[in-house]
């Protein structure tokens, strides 16, 4: 019995080990950034909040641990200080959007969508995109009219919390899913989202760090550093966590056209690259797609509106220029996989108290039914040879992007609006080019031909 309880003690505090201690949560100022620091979301001009390895923190010179404050990661996480004096701001809470229900748990929030499931079982498919280290699934709500059949819908994803103590997202994700399935069939927006679309909604991928009021997995891993870089192969599994790999799995069994994964911490939209400089020439090929995505998303957000100053522009930064993220979900999907990802910071406070929650709701709604819509405007092509056959392998450029997509058989490539100039071209056939006008998807395809 007590060669159990020392074995069992070993697993707990090897377990921590890995977890939360193997980090210090600091200040530092940000010309002396240590090697190996993790940038936390926070804005400031002067000092950068995150974590430091705490085998760096151990081995820093007197000098330079002078100038470093660490700081209690729980504390920071359900409040708003003055980065300058370390102080707390006070701030009334202001809930004028009336009753409010506590954050779900991962057992409450595997019950409603369990429920959700049953009871909307033509427009609801519960999955899981695997298990987490401690072997909680991270669960894929995908929500899609079963009644109106075409196996090539476009495909949508939202991504909520990989950063385990960045909760906001993850219940407006859950505020989201029951809105639509609860005005489908009334509203004709939830109505036309759900008919022609397959919307795919994760609310919590890191389930293990959340119930650890931790950024980390598990393990420790920060997953929004976990992915590969462009220089890496695509889908190498060597050194990731096992929520990283779900996650690139289901990417390879799905082309997500439009995307964004929702953290807290700051207020904006975050647009790739986050890896390197956004300078003219080096912008994501499909820039003009993604700003006007990213205006939908802060458009209608009144507090991220009005965020301005250093890379801020009307709530919109590009990522580098904020600060530099290696190994992000959003520029491996927009890189590697043919998608249009954008990382969304939803409140300055990251596990802000739960009677907030309606006015965040409030404040999102109109921007997550939006930011969906624009995924089904664009060209919607059936493209078949001079015998009517399908065309596989067809790489697709249009004159507002500079990146070729490739797609099977039916096209949807999401635009902004007015006529584009569409390039087609497939191993055999001649390459042709024609003008489309984009429209928003109904369930029907233009044709094109293309000639041996
Ligand atoms: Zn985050």
New binding site residues.
């Given amino acids: 019995m007590k060669a159990l309880y020392w074995v069992v003690a070993f697993l707990l505090s090897s377990a921590s080990l890995l977890g939360a201690t193997k980090w210090k949560y600091v200040r530092a100022p940000l010309t002396d950034l240590p090697k190996g620091f993790i940038r936390d979301?926070i804005r400031d001009d002067q000092y950068a909040i995150g974590y430091l390895p705490a085998e760096t923190w151990k081995n820093l010179t007197p000098e330079l641990r002078e100038k470093m404050v660490e700081l209690d990661a729980r504390a920071w996480s359900e409040a708003q200080f003055n980065l300058k004096t370390l102080q707390e701001i006070q701030r009334p809470v202001i809930n004028e959007f009336g009753p409010f229900e506590e954050y779900h748990t991962y057992t409450s929030l595997t019950s409603e969508l369990k429920a959700l499931a049953e009871k909307y079982p033509q427009l609801v498919t519960l999955s899981s995109a695997g298990k987490t280290v401690d072997g909680r699934e991270i669960w894929i709500v995908e929500l899609s009219a079963r009644d109106v059949v075409d196996e090539n819908k476009p495909q949508l994803l939202y991504v909520s919390s990989?950063?385990g103590d960045?909760v906001v997202g993850k219940e407006m994700m859950v505020y989201f899913i029951r809105d639509l399935l609860a005005s489908y069939g009334t509203d004709e927006r939830a109505t036309q989202l759900l008919r022609y679309g397959r919307l795919f909604l994760i609310p919590s991928m890191n389930p293990d760090g959340t119930e650890r009021h931790q950024?980390f997995n598990a393990n420790g891993v920060d997953l929004?550093r976990n992915f590969p870089e462009m220089n890496e192969q695509p889908f190498s599994t060597s050194g990731r966590a096992i929520e990283t790999i779900n996650l690139m799995e289901l990417h390879r069994n799905h082309h997500f056209l439009v995307a964004a994964n929702f953290?807290?911490?700051s207020l904006c939209v975050n647009l790739p690259w986050d890896h390197k400089a956004n300078s003219p020439g080096e912008k994501f090929g499909d820039d003009v797609l993604m700003m006007s995505l990213a205006k939908e998303y802060a458009s209608h957000n009144a507090p991220m509106l009005e965020v301005q100053g250093g890379s801020f522009h009307d709530g919109i930064t590009y990522g580098y220029e904020w600060y530099q993220v290696l190994g992000g979900m959003q520029d491996w999907a927009s890189f590697f996989r043919g998608s249009t990802h954008a990382t969304m910071e939803l409140s300055e406070i990251k596990w802000p108290s739960a009677s907030s929650l309606p006015g965040f709701w409030s404040n999102n709604r109109e921007s997550l039914v939006g930011y969906f819509e624009h995924g089904l405007d664009g060209l919607h092509l059936r493209v078949v040879d001079e015998k009517g056959a399908l065309v596989q392998n067809i790489g697709v450029d249009i004159s507002t992007a500079k990146r070729t997509l490739t797609y099977n058989n039916f096209v949807h490539r999401p635009t902004v609006a007015g006529p584009q100039q569409v390039t087609l071209k497939a191993p055999g056939y001649l390459t042709q080019t024609l003008t489309v006008n984009p429209s928003r998807f109904d369930g029907t395809y233009q044709t094109v031909v293309l000639r041996k």
């Fill in positions: 979301h990989m950063h960045e950024r929004n953290h807290t911490g």
